[in-house]
């Protein structure tokens, strides 16, 4: 899915477009599943332009991704074809709305397999803007270390904020 220029209105287009190779420090994935943030759509609307997108046509980046992977890049040790992974795709790479998208190996991680792709592609954006809420601007030490806070979370029903108050439970030792 491509847009050409930026608009707040749906206007995304169906095209083909080549598989796209991956560089040394890449994986090429084939994408089962992905989710649409906040920043898709912002950036379809325009709100960093001219930065973002830099050239049109625009693959959006569907920043949050799940899928297979097909082939790695020299310098990727840890993944294989075959394995099923999780990935954040930068929005200022883009590619991940699409059938074929390239990720960094560094951003992949493995999908465990209790987590469906729907369920896995909806986790990295806002695990890590959860994370990096709490720690770095909130302060919090996540196993509990620290001094006890109380924190508000608003739109606490989101991707952002569900995942901000679910993040101590995890690490909480059972
Ligand atoms: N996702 C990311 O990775 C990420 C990263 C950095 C920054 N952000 C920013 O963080 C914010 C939340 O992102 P998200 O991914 O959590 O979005 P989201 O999943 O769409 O959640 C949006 C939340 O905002 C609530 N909300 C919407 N309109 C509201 C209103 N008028 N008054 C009160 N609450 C309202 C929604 O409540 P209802 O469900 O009741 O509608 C929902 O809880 C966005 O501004 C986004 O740009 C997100």
């Not at 943030?37 to 930065?51: A, E, H, S, T, Y």
């Not at 959006?60 to 310098?75: H, I, L, M, N, Q």
């Not at 951003?107 to 954006?125: D, K």
Request: one cysteine or more; proline letters at 10%.
């Amino acid at each position: 899915m491509v847009f050409n220029f930026y608009v707040a209105q749906r206007i995304l287009q169906h095209v083909e477009v080549p598989v796209p190779a991956p560089k040394a420090d890449e994986v090429l994935l084939k994408i089962e599943a992905v989710s649409i943030n906040p920043i898709d759509w912002k950036l379809q609307k325009g709100i960093v332009r001219p930065f973002l997108p830099r050239k049109f046509p625009f693959v959006p980046s569907a920043t949050d991704v799940a899928g297979e992977v097909v082939t790695v890049g020299s310098g990727v040790k840890n993944f294989r074809a075959g394995d099923k992974v999780v990935s954040w795709i930068s929005p200022a790479s883009s590619g991940g709305l699409a059938e074929f998208c390239v990720a960094k190996g560094s951003l992949t991680v493995p999908r465990p397999p209790e987590l469906s792709p729907v369920e896995a592609a909806g986790i990295p954006s806002g695990a890590l803007s959860a994370h990096m809420a709490l720690t770095r601007f909130a302060g919090v030490k996540l196993d509990l270390s620290g001094p006890q806070k109380s924190i508000l979370v608003t739109a606490a029903s989101g991707g952002v904020g569900l995942l901000s108050f679910n993040w101590p439970n995890l690490e909480t030792p059972m």
